[in-house]
């Protein structure tokens, strides 16, 4: 049966993890290695580039919470990626917070249903 199926191409898809509350993001089909960049935050960067191709990010749903806390108007029930970045951004040293800027940039037109996240 599975000689069958043919591989579909790759597409970019974000994947949350109810149990972890994680969510993980590749933006390209490369191989990779993981930078830790803080406890919320780790990013995947091509072995051959050294450019960003994806990313996992915890506590996604507090995230969610906390920039409705702030202002964020969560609505529609959208928001993109990018916008997960900012509480880490803002506690980043300097060195630190040019490779979130990096990972806003590349994330900001990626979009994330949160409803499923804030009914957990």
Not at 15 to 44: H, I, M, P
Not at 82 to 96: C, D, E, K, P, Q
Request: proline residues 2%.
């Amino acid at each position: 049966m599975l000689e069958s199926m043919e591989p579909q191409g790759f597409s970019v898809k974000p994947f949350y993890s109810r149990e972890g509350d994680t969510l993980k993001v590749y933006l390209k089909d490369a191989d990779n290695f993981a930078e830790r960049l803080d406890d919320v935050v780790t990013v995947y960067l091509s072995e051959s580039t050294n450019e960003i191709v994806g990313c996992k990010i915890k506590g996604v749903s507090h995230l969610c919470r906390q920039l409705g806390d702030f202002g964020v108007e969560l609505t529609d029930g959208h928001i993109t990626i990018g916008m997960l970045f900012i509480v880490s951004w803002a506690r980043a040293s300097a060195g630190v917070r040019d490779r979130f800027e990096q990972l806003a940039e590349r994330f900001k037109s990626t979009p994330l249903d949160i409803d499923q996240l804030l009914s957990c």
